[in-house]
């Protein structure tokens, strides 16, 4: 049982999942922090200075000053502040790693294209070879395709 494990342990495809999950982990506080110290903190200019961490409902009825003072308290809280700074966290990421898959799809070349060595017999549709004026299969007449 410990050679079965180790032999899937050790395969390329979870070494490469388990790196990317780690990367993945690194990036996503590298983008909580974008969030919250860049992006936040410019968007509350346009907000008058809203401090979205502090945007919250407490369900108890109290008013509390800020959402710490509302958990120091033990009130429950619906936390919408936090959920709309999620949303844009979202977004960002979203953004980012579809410039990055852009980026890497214009660093891969193209495949080359693979001219066709056989076509499909009209009559059976059977593969024969391209060059063909007969089919092998059902000796029907086949027309030679021209290139264009």
Same mark, same amino acid.
């Given at each position: 049982?410990? #050679?079965?494990? =180790? %032999?899937?342990?050790? =395969? +390329?495809? *979870?070494?490469?999942?388990?790196? +990317?999950?780690?990367? +993945? +982990?690194?990036?996503?506080?590298? !983008?909580?922090?974008? !969030?919250?110290?860049?992006? *936040? /903190?410019?968007?509350?200019?346009?907000?008058?200075?809203?401090?979205?961490?502090?945007?919250?409902?407490?369900?108890?009825?109290? #008013? &509390?000053?800020?959402?710490?003072?509302?958990?120091?308290?033990?009130?429950?809280?619906?936390? &919408?502040?936090?959920?709309?700074?999620?949303?844009?966290?979202? $977004?960002?990421?979203?953004?980012?790693?579809?410039?990055? !898959?852009?980026? $890497?799809?214009?660093?891969? =070349? /193209?495949?080359?294209?693979?001219?066709?060595?056989? %076509? #499909? @017999? /009209?009559? @059976?549709?059977?593969?024969?070879?391209? %060059?063909?004026? #007969? @089919?092998?299969? @059902?000796?029907?007449? !086949?027309?030679?395709?021209? =290139? %264009?």
């Amino acid at each position: 049982m410990l #050679k079965e494990f =180790k %032999k899937f342990a050790l =395969k +390329g495809s *979870m070494i490469d999942l388990s790196i +990317g999950i780690i990367i +993945g +982990g690194a990036f996503n506080t590298l !983008v909580n922090s974008l !969030v919250n110290d860049i992006f *936040m /903190p410019i968007l509350s200019i346009f907000t008058n200075k809203i401090n979205f961490n502090n945007l919250f409902i407490s369900l108890d009825g109290v #008013k &509390y000053e800020t959402l710490a003072a509302a958990q120091e308290a033990e009130a429950a809280t619906i936390n &919408y502040g936090l959920f709309i700074s999620g949303i844009i966290n979202f $977004v960002i990421m979203a953004f980012v790693v579809f410039l990055i !898959v852009r980026w $890497v799809n214009k660093l891969q =070349k /193209p495949e080359p294209k693979v001219e066709a060595t056989t %076509k #499909k @017999c /009209p009559h @059976c549709l059977s593969d024969i070879d391209i %060059k063909a004026t #007969k @089919c092998a299969f @059902c000796t029907s007449d !086949v027309a030679i395709e021209e =290139k %264009k």
